[in-house]
């Protein structure tokens, strides 16, 4: 009879373990199931240029490479940073010319995994490539969706600049903005900071002239990212 009752014993003990393995095992593959289901990321095209590769499209992206979602306000708020929006807050025209980052949501890394955002050198070895600061402009511009005139734009590079305009922030609590230059100036974030005054240079490019320009502009303001492959 005793070994009747240890046998019983030993049966629901054996039972037991092995029902609490399976769920150990089933909540270790949640976990990790969850830390994998990020946002899906969609590359746009890409082309080669010299040594490069760069995105043929401006970013628009609403989640942070780790999956974290990025702040998009597209409306009054009063969230100063870590944001993006949609020009005028459209999200038609997102679709279009890509998102207005501002510097601080691209420092939490914002670019794809496999991509960056490119220092103002890589700029520059690309406008070397394409003949130098005073054409490159003209050969990285879209023939289409700039204002007349769209100065030496030909698009020979494969880079399809698009003029998505910028977001200018006012001094001061709260979101204060502007929109401004919708059709007329293609402005990028370069990764590299100005160390006079913490701000950053951009790259532009106008719709009256054919050259690539290096600015630097409030790291509080908003602008296009364009992406580089690693």
């Not at 046998?7 to 037991?16: D, G, K, R, T």
């Not at 997102?94 to 991509?115: N, Q, T």
Request: with cysteine; aromatic share 10%; proline share 5%.
């Amino acid at each position: 009879m005793k070994k009747y009752y240890f046998s019983i014993a030993s049966i629901l003990f054996l039972l037991i373990g092995l029902a609490s393995c399976s769920n150990e095992e089933t909540k270790t593959e949640n976990q990790v199931a969850s830390r994998q289901s990020l946002p899906p990321v969609s590359i746009p095209t890409q082309v080669q240029i010299g040594t490069q590769i760069w995105m043929t499209r401006n970013l628009d992206v609403t989640h942070y490479r780790n999956g974290d979602p990025i702040i998009l306000l597209n409306g009054p708020g009063g969230q100063t940073d870590h944001v993006c929006k949609d020009y005028n807050n459209d999200p038609a025209m997102g679709a279009i010319y890509g998102k207005l980052y501002d510097r601080a949501a691209i420092s939490r890394g914002l670019a794809p995994v496999g991509w960056h955002i490119p220092s103002n050198a890589e700029w520059t070895i690309l406008e070397n490539y394409l003949g130098g600061q005073n054409v490159a402009g003209g050969k990285i511009k879209s023939t289409t969706l700039w204002q007349s005139p769209n100065t030496a734009a030909s698009n020979s590079s494969g880079f399809k600049a698009l003029p998505g305009g910028q977001v200018d922030r006012a001094a001061g609590p709260g979101l204060q903005i502007t929109f401004s230059n919708i059709g007329s100036v293609a402005r990028w974030w370069t990764s590299t900071e100005v160390s006079v005054n913490g701000n950053f240079y951009t790259r532009n490019v106008l719709y009256n002239s054919g050259v690539l320009n290096t600015q630097i502009f409030d790291s509080r303001g908003l602008a296009s990212v364009r992406c580089i492959k690693d």
